[in-house]
């Protein structure tokens, strides 16, 4: 496989509208915060090289999605072939943590991926800097949900505080690592698979 | 135009000199140049030079040629497959229209100069003297002036710290200046604005005949189409626009009365949905709410709470009265230059430039703001008839876009399709963003502004050409009054069959419309960079062409791709017959 010369991560942000993908991104990749950001149309790339547990070297290609409802119907064009699915939240809005399940489904039924029961998810709760009244989603609920999901990992974050936001990724990279070299091995797999389905093939036509 | 092509054989001209230059547009450009036997002496500049330093004067004088060349050679072309004039005659214009003018000037130079100027010698010098006098400006194809600026401030603001070249370097009769390279810069560019605002004023005068026609009481808004395409003069940008649309009449006598009525209209629809009878969709207000203050987060117009609010009207009326489509991000960046085009009729001339700077409430009385929501909201709508299907549910007019341009792309530059395709380069990828915003965030307000009076020249059927009818949907002709149209005005309902059905064989044999001709014009922008982009990789490619470096392109460049648009559109009818 190619991508093993390169080690190319793909990473995809998901959730509902506004509650800081782009920002979140750019904390990230650039360590930047903007409140100037236009509404993501489609979905927006960034990348950053990325090194892990001191040796491994890998580019870490960012994917932030579009999040308005209307635009899922692209997803199948941006989901495939990601190695880990970022869901995010806003803590001040439920409806955004209410929807961060199907999200997750929506991912699932549209990235193909190969083992849809290990594939590595990450949720973040952004917006944490804003004052405690506007908060909404408390954090024992969303250790709940984080858990009811399958023990993904949770991190609460603010893009704008710049808080949590590179443990978070430094997470969501090793959840995409691991899950490159799992599907990388599949591949393997399936193809010692394939040569030894063909070998047992034979003999059945011939015996037509 | 009413004058349509004759000849009826197909001239292989374009296409080959198209094929030599294999999907370079400069080379495109200069192999058409070469082409030409041009009577003027003109300077000539290489293709590669064009591609390079993306020399303006070069730029432009490849697009005059090229329409030169389109008139002799594609309407040939182009007539022979049925097409519409609607796309020739602006390009027609700039060649004949001009073009008699334009010989004049080179060959006696300076006699003709003197005797051109002796017409119209004391307005210019009035203008230029007199910043605050009410001049119309212009920011328009024939005369190419960058961007909407008034006369005044140009001058002082702009004028002495732009080279001359990205000034004022689109008349094509300034270009030879072999003369005046002995001339000191000072008075080049002196010439340069002078001619400028002569070309100006000729245009000015010009929609302002089209606009208030002498006799009779219709606007002819086929001839509109045809000059507007060529960009529209600021002054005249808000009737203008709301013809082409189709939003007003083009019965001058009852355009008043209709205005009003759907401005009250629209007064009572604000009214209704803003009242406790109301039940508030609360997704789609949340949506619009948060998306507001992301609408041009850079231009201080929209951070006026007055403006946000009216904008959160416009879009939010819009999206209760579709709720088929309903609200979708994007429909929130196409709003804005109307909105913005409507404002700039309330301001003094001297100040039009500075729309996007003035909250409106400083000049605007509050009925004259619901006006002002009235007619972006009425034309918004009007827009998006014309692309309904991008915004439905599963976006199917985005989709086909998209595929379409793939497949154009495979035509026209099969280096880069193949390159992407070895690269995994999928054109959802990139070209979603451009087909849902009308590539509204690859460039500055001012050039959407710009390249949205070709757009809008392009919306409407007229009697030579349809809109593209990829559903009954987009195939809403405007309400217009062209003089071969049936009827005048069009109901929402009329299909494309119906519509053709009433036409002659030779008017509908080809569709056109401005969902089609956006592909093209996406064709023509990504091919622009074909050369840089055959030389990336996946990651470069898609980093590059989300931040391509055109919002700081300036109408010689606006104007060069919708020319290179619509020449390709021209070669490549038949690519496109099946996209109905």
């Known amino acids: 496989m190619s991508s093993r010369k390169k080690n190319i991560l793909k990473v995809i942000i998901l959730g509902d509208s506004g509650v800081g993908k782009t920002s979140l991104m750019h904390r990230y990749v650039s360590d930047k915060f903007s409140q100037q950001y236009k509404a993501t149309i489609g979905a927006d790339f960034l990348t950053k090289e990325v090194t892990m547990d001191g040796d491994k070297v890998a580019t870490m290609q960012v994917w932030d999605t579009a999040g308005q409802e209307r635009f899922q119907s692209l997803g199948v064009a941006f989901y495939r072939g990601a190695d880990c699915c970022v869901l995010v939240y806003d803590v001040t809005n439920a409806k955004s943590f209410e929807n961060i399940k199907s999200w997750r489904d929506e991912f699932l039924v549209h990235a193909n991926v190969s083992s849809p029961d290990t594939f590595p998810f990450v949720i973040l709760g952004n917006k944490l800097d804003v004052e405690e009244s506007k908060k909404v989603v408390s954090n024992r609920a969303a250790q709940d949900m984080a858990k009811s999901l399958g023990n993904v990992p949770l991190f609460l974050t603010s893009a704008k505080g710049s808080i949590n936001v590179d443990t978070a990724f430094e997470e969501i990279a090793r959840n995409a690592l691991q899950q490159s070299q799992a599907d990388a091995d599949a591949f393997e797999d399936d193809f010692n698979d394939a040569i030894n389905i063909q070998l047992d093939g034979e003999p059945s036509s011939c015996g037509c | 135009m009413g004058v349509r092509p004759t000849t009826t054989s197909t001239s292989p001209t374009p296409r080959e000199m198209y094929q030599k230059s294999n999907s370079s547009s400069p080379s495109l450009v200069g192999s058409i140049m070469r082409s030409l036997k041009s009577s003027h002496s003109i300077r000539r500049l290489s293709a590669g030079e064009d591609a390079e330093n993306g020399n303006h004067d070069s730029l432009q004088k490849s697009n005059y040629h090229r329409a030169r060349s389109l008139n002799s050679n594609g309407s040939a072309q182009s007539h022979g497959r049925g097409v519409s004039h609607i796309h020739l005659s602006p390009l027609r214009k700039s060649s004949s229209g001009n073009g008699s003018f334009h010989k004049d000037k080179h060959s006696s130079h300076s006699q003709k100069r003197d005797k051109y100027f002796a017409d119209l010698d004391e307005d210019w010098s009035a203008v230029i003297e007199d910043y605050n006098m009410p001049i119309p400006m212009i920011s328009n194809g024939g005369v190419e002036l960058r961007p909407p600026v008034t006369v005044g401030s140009r001058r002082s603001e702009t004028g002495e710290s732009r080279s001359p070249s990205a000034g004022y370097p689109n008349l094509p009769q300034l270009n030879k200046s072999r003369s005046s390279d002995l001339k000191s810069q000072y008075e080049q560019e002196n010439e340069r604005e002078v001619q400028a605002l002569n070309s100006l004023m000729h245009r000015v005068a010009k929609f302002d005949a089209i606009l208030n026609p002498t006799h009779g009481n219709q606007v002819n808004v086929s001839e509109l189409r045809r000059l507007s395409w060529n960009g529209v003069p600021m002054v005249h940008r808000p009737s203008v626009w709301r013809l082409l649309i189709g939003y007003a009449s083009a019965n001058i006598k009852r355009q008043s009365s209709l205005l009003q009525r759907k401005r009250q209209d629209y007064r009572d629809g604000v009214e209704l949905v803003f009242s406790k009878d109301h039940t508030r969709d609360l997704p789609t207000w949340h949506q619009i709410e948060i998306d507001i203050p992301r609408t041009n987060p850079f231009i201080p117009l929209y951070q006026f709470p007055l403006v946000q609010e009216s904008l959160q009207r416009i879009l939010y009326l819009w999206a209760i009265r579709h709720p088929a489509s309903g609200y979708v991000q994007g429909i929130n960046d196409l709003v804005t230059p109307f909105y913005q085009t409507f404002l700039t009729e309330y301001l003094p001339p001297a100040q039009k430039e500075d729309v996007d700077k003035i909250c409106p409430d400083t000049y605007l009385s509050r009925e004259q703001l619901l006006d002002v929501e009235a007619d972006s909201f009425w034309c918004l709508t009007k827009l998006l008839e014309q692309i309904t299907d991008n915004y439905i549910h599963g976006?199917?007019?985005?989709?086909?876009?998209?595929?379409?341009?793939?497949?154009?792309v495979k035509r026209i530059d099969s280096d880069l399709y193949d390159h992407f395709s070895q690269e995994n380069v999928e054109f959802i990828q990139f070209a979603f963003r451009w087909m849902n915003c009308l590539l509204m965030r690859e460039f500055s307000m001012s050039m959407v502004i710009r390249m949205w009076d070709t757009y809008l020249s392009e919306t409407s059927l007229d009697s030579t050409s349809s809109a593209a009818a990829e559903a009954p949907s987009?195939?809403?002709?405007?309400?217009?009054?062209?003089?071969?149209?049936?009827?005048?005005?069009?109901?929402?309902?009329?299909?494309?069959?119906?519509?053709?059905?009433?036409?002659?064989?030779?008017?509908?044999?080809?569709?056109?419309?401005?969902?089609?001709?956006?592909?093209?014009?996406?064709?023509?922008?990504l091919i622009k960079f074909s050369e840089q982009l055959i030389g990336m990789d996946f990651q470069e490619t898609i980093t590059f062409l989300q931040n391509p470096p055109t919002k700081t392109w300036t109408e010689s460049e606006i104007e060069l791709l919708l020319s290179e648009a619509y020449i390709w559109q021209s070669l490549y009818k038949d690519a496109t017959s099946h996209w109905r």
């Open chain 2, 395 to 408: 976006q199917p007019g985005i989709l086909k876009q998209v595929k379409n341009l793939g497949q154009l």
């Open chain 2, 474 to 525: 987009s195939s809403l002709p405007p309400d217009s009054s062209l003089q071969n149209s049936p009827g005048g005005a069009f109901r929402e309902t009329v299909t494309s069959a119906k519509f053709q059905g009433k036409h002659n064989a030779a008017a509908t044999s080809r569709q056109t419309s401005l969902s089609e001709f956006h592909v093209f014009v996406c064709a023509a922008f």
